[in-house]
């Protein structure tokens, strides 16, 4: 079955670092396809945050970094803000279903 | 730059069938540059990728929704459109529409992000 697992919650204090993971499998990840990133705020659309496994669009701050290996991704926000608190969802082709696949999602609490 | 609006009717019978309509603006839906998608997500839950549609009129669908789901593409209005058949309860979800950018590999999609992405629009399917 094709799935890409994340943590259901993570969280940390103002200016720590957090990280937040993404596992997926050989028809995924494992099998090179990129991993892309998106920030849900409360009540608001998805929006892309890291592209292609650690490429940030226009406008998003560098304390949003990407890495990606084998069969697993991460992301990490540096110095959290209380604006970061909001739902974080991998993404990535998959060729068992010929299209797109979200992971879980991870929601981060600024403590 | 370009934005996405979805648009449709809020409420849904079970069995009958969801349609949506997502206006671009900004930037052309015949553009070849681009894919363009649907996504939902359920009230309190995760993402899920529905399909996408290319200017050639070319598809491809989640295959958990394919026997229902269609995609067209209207360029004189530049719009796509959804059409969910025989909905059920589960249908209930925020729908989104969303412009892709896709790597082919031989004419292939292998590789599609989402952005930007519509505000979205909830349809509850409810008798």
């Known amino acids: 079955q094709s799935v890409l697992t994340q943590p259901p919650s993570v969280s940390g204090a103002p200016g720590q670092r957090v990280t937040i993971s993404c596992t997926g499998s050989?028809?995924?990840?494992?099998?090179?396809?990129?991993v892309h990133w998106y920030q849900q705020l409360p009540g608001t659309a998805p929006k892309l945050l890291i592209y292609r496994n650690n490429n940030r669009p226009s406008g998003v701050p560098d304390r949003f970094s990407g890495s990606k290996s084998a069969t697993s991704a991460s992301l990490a926000i540096t110095g959290l803000q209380a604006e970061d608190e909001a739902d974080y969802y991998c993404?990535?082709?998959?060729?068992?279903?010929?299209?797109?696949?979200f992971g879980g999602g991870t929601k981060l609490t600024v403590l | 730059q370009v934005q996405l609006l979805e648009s449709g009717p809020g409420l849904v019978k079970p069995s009958e069938t969801l349609s949506l309509t997502c206006t671009v603006s900004?930037?052309?839906?015949?553009?070849?540059?681009?894919?363009w998608s649907w996504i939902r997500q359920p009230p309190g839950k995760g993402l899920e990728w529905i399909g996408y549609i290319y200017y050639s009129g070319s598809t491809n669908y989640n295959p958990s929704l394919e026997s229902r789901v269609t995609i067209s593409l209207d360029t004189s209005k530049n719009q796509f459109s959804l059409k969910l058949s025989s909905v059920t309860a589960a249908d209930t979800a925020v729908y989104y529409c969303?412009?892709?950018?896709?790597?082919?590999?031989?004419?292939?999609?292998?590789?599609?992000?989402?952005?930007?992405w519509g505000q979205g629009t909830l349809v509850t399917v409810s008798s």
């Open positions: 993404q990535s082709y998959d060729s068992s279903l010929s299209g797109s696949l």
């Open positions: 900004g930037g052309p839906v015949s553009s070849g540059s681009y894919y």
């Open positions: 969303a412009r892709t950018s896709v790597i082919t590999i031989f004419g292939v999609v292998r590789n599609n992000w989402f952005d930007p």
């Open positions: 050989s028809s995924n990840i494992g099998a090179g396809y990129d």
